[in-house]
């Protein structure tokens, strides 16, 4: 983020207070309120979440210790505590609420289907009984590529029912990408669906399953089983493939839940850092469960009426925590939806917000961004009165667009939720609660009770306000992740770095605070991308580049983007004449869809530009910083005099394509 972004977001003086009616009905109720549980929680750490534990959660073996930190970072929270995730979202609303309507699933050809809590559990039992009839078992993972539908909230419940753990890749991602999520976690088998459907058109999941077993070294994945969406062709397998709807056809409607240990680990979510590889995010059942079922709380001010509706897709962290767990854990009604917010036109969010009569919505940035150029308007033509909070999350949401959220969808009467949160840290840390924090655009305001965030500088002194610096959680809390997946090391050396003798938990972010001790995130710290609200690592696009055989090298850079935060411009260098005209074209086309198809299409890069060498120091160092300049077409300010090979900047800020 540029200084001039830094110095606009400071002198952002626009605040927005809390209505009165509001803050008296919301679960936290005003700053004293809040004030009071954050001097609970400063006053009697453990005493605090473990009373929360036990509101939020219902146990089958009560805990007595609260948290561990006997084995520093490695954490644990109420660990002689035993629980079962599935039972907490559904089976204890059976007696007081069977007949609500846990899902309102809308497809993308605007089918709706609604499900209440009774045919939920009926169904994840079945499920449950039909994973437990292909010896799958407590602790063995399961990969899930579905797409967003009942039957994968079916799916991720009935793998926690059983004390199974799940893996789920987003639908985007390639058959690569599942292959190498499938041998990480070592996954027994995959859950999958023929296609999925969005903005009108099949996309074929099953094959990209099939794809990625064929590329060798899967052995531990014995089956595959196949929700039909579509009817759309499959191939098929016999012996190891089988359709969903014939595994849970005879099957049981109870299973008795597999009581876990509190630590028990619930999933694992792959994530990408500033390594080529992804990283496997692995969390706890209960302290995870804890906070998704407290946020829905305190920053959603969760009602038994509320019609709750999370956009995100379960392939994300955020699919998680607010379409599979946190919903259900407090028993509320939720919208899922199938398919694409321009699809068939771009007024769909507002018609389904409408037609479903939603209460809250929580969004991505980059999405209000592209609605607004599509349909600033749009909204107004909706009835879009029984909202009464939004949020954001993801990424950074720009002052502008805020406001046009604020008035035109929530109408000057909604607050907003700007949320801040990771894949690592399981739920909300840091976010207004809306009937407590006046909002500020741009600022995701103050941390939750509980989280102790700080700015620091590199030496860990806490910087002053108005002064830029690095974002870290200086205590652990339930919801963190616990380790990474098989590589117990990269978790302590990435979240836990001696520069601060492995005391705090490094966010990642960089981040400023105001006098008021507001928040503002200023973008990541390390070489991770953050494109459209998704996470993306420099290396691994670089990996996936340099793994093509025309590529001899290739360096990547993220550029502010209007639409989506940042977009991904890589410079290449060929094994071949640097291309020119059309051939260049033509080449940035063939890489484009390289990169789709190693890692995903949200990876793919904006830009390609080509050169006949990277700008490199002496001593080899590709030098990032100066890319970084080129990609924004920024005047070349820095001292270039010790890069090796002056000449090849004019090519590079040549872009073809
Ligand atoms: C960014 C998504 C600004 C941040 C839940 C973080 C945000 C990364 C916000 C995590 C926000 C998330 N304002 N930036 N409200 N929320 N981020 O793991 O850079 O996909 O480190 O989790 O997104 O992305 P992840």
Redo the contacts with the bound molecule.
């Keep these: 983020m540029s200084d001039q972004t830094i110095e606009s977001l400071s002198q952002e003086k626009r605040l927005f207070a809390p209505d009165a009616q509001f803050v008296k009905q919301a679960n936290v109720s005003g700053m004293v309120a809040y004030q009071a549980l954050c001097a609970e929680a400063q006053r009697d750490y453990s005493g605090f979440w473990a009373r929360h534990a036990r509101e939020q959660l219902t146990w089958q073996n009560p805990f007595t210790r609260v948290l561990d930190e006997s084995n520093a970072p490695f954490f644990k929270w109420f660990e002689d505590g035993t629980l079962n995730a599935s039972y907490n979202c559904l089976d204890r609303h059976l007696a007081t609420q069977p007949d609500k309507i846990a899902i309102i699933f809308e497809a993308d050809d605007g089918t709706v289907t609604r499900i209440t809590y009774r045919e939920l559990h009926r169904r994840v039992c079945m499920m449950a009984n039909g994973l437990k009839s292909l010896a799958i078992k407590k602790g063995d993972r399961v990969l899930i590529y579905m797409p967003m539908s009942i039957e994968v909230v079916i799916a991720m419940q009935a793998c926690a029912r059983i004390g199974a753990i799940h893996s789920v890749v987003f639908g985007g991602f390639s058959a690569k990408s599942v292959h190498e999520r499938i041998i990480d976690a070592g996954a027994v088998a995959v859950l999958t669906a023929d296609e999925q459907m969005r903005g009108g058109k099949a996309i074929p999941l099953k094959t990209a399953v099939d794809e990625a077993l064929a590329l060798g070294g899967c052995e531990c994945v014995k089956q595959v089983v196949v929700y039909r969406r579509s009817g759309g062709p499959v191939q098929w397998s016999d012996g190891r493939d089988r359709w969903l709807h014939d595994l849970v056809s005879n099957q049981p409607e109870t299973c008795a839940p597999e009581w876990v240990s509190a630590e028990h680990p619930l999933f694992i979510l792959y ?1 990408s850092g500033s390594t080529g590889k992804p990283k496997g995010v692995q969390h706890s059942t209960a302290g995870f469960l804890l906070h998704a079922a407290l946020t829905m709380r305190w920053t959603f001010d969760y009602k038994k009426h509320d019609v709750f509706w999370c956009t995100a897709d379960v392939g ?3 699919g998680h925590t607010y379409v599979c767990y946190g919903p259900l854990a407090v028993g509320a009604t939720q919208i899922m939806f199938e398919g694409v917010p321009t699809y068939p036109d771009a007024g769909r969010f507002w018609r389904m917000i409408q037609d479903h009569q939603a209460t809250v919505f929580y969004t991505a940035p980059t999405a209000i961004r592209s609605l607004i150029k599509l349909g600033a308007t749009l909204p107004n033509n909706y009835d879009l009165s029984r909202l009464r909070i939004l949020g ?6 720009n002052p502008e667009a805020w406001m046009w959220y604020y008035e035109t969808v929530g109408k000057s009467r909604c607050p907003i939720v ?7 840290t399981g739920g909300h840390l840091i976010t207004p609660l809306p009937g407590v924090t006046p909002l500020k655009p741009g600022s ?1 305001t103050l941390p939750l009770p509980g989280i102790m965030a700080d700015i620091v500088d590199e030496t860990g002194q806490s910087v002053e306000p108005g002064k830029g610096g690095i974002l870290v959680i200086k205590r652990p809390w339930p919801s963190m992740l616990r380790t990474i997946w098989g590589n117990p090391e990269r978790y302590k050396n990435a979240y836990f770095p001696e520069e601060f003798q492995g005391k705090y938990y490094l ?3 960089g981040a400023m605070r105001d006098e008021n001790g507001y928040y503002t ?1 200023m ?2 710290i390390d070489d991770v991308l ?1 494109v459209a ?3 993306l690592g420099t290396m691994e696009i670089e990996s996936a580049l340099v793994a093509n055989k025309l590529v001899a090298e290739a360096a990547v850079v993220g550029r502010p983007d209007d639409l989506t935060g940042e977009a991904v411009v890589a410079f290449v260098v060929l094994k071949q004449t640097r291309p020119m005209g059309e051939d260049a074209k033509a080449m940035v086309r063939q890489l484009q869809e390289w990169v789709s198809h190693e890692i995903g299409p949200i990876a793919k890069p904006k830009e390609i530009r080509f050169g006949e060498n990277l700008p490199k120091t002496r001593s080899g160092k590709i030098m990032r910083r100066l890319l970084r300049d080129i990609a924004k077409g920024n005047e070349i300010t820095q001292d270039v005099s010790t890069l090796e090979n002056p000449a090849i900047l004019q090519q590079l800020k040549d872009p073809q394509g």
């Excluded at 954001?392 to 949401?397: A, L």
């Excluded at 700007?418 to 690592?424: A, F, K, N």
Aim: include cysteine; aromatic fraction near 10%; proline fraction near 4%.
């Design positions: 994530t994300w962290v955020t954001t999350v993801g990424e950074p949401i700007d949320t801040w949160w990771q894949t690592e995701c966010a990642g972010d995130i973008g990541r953050n609200g998704h996470r």
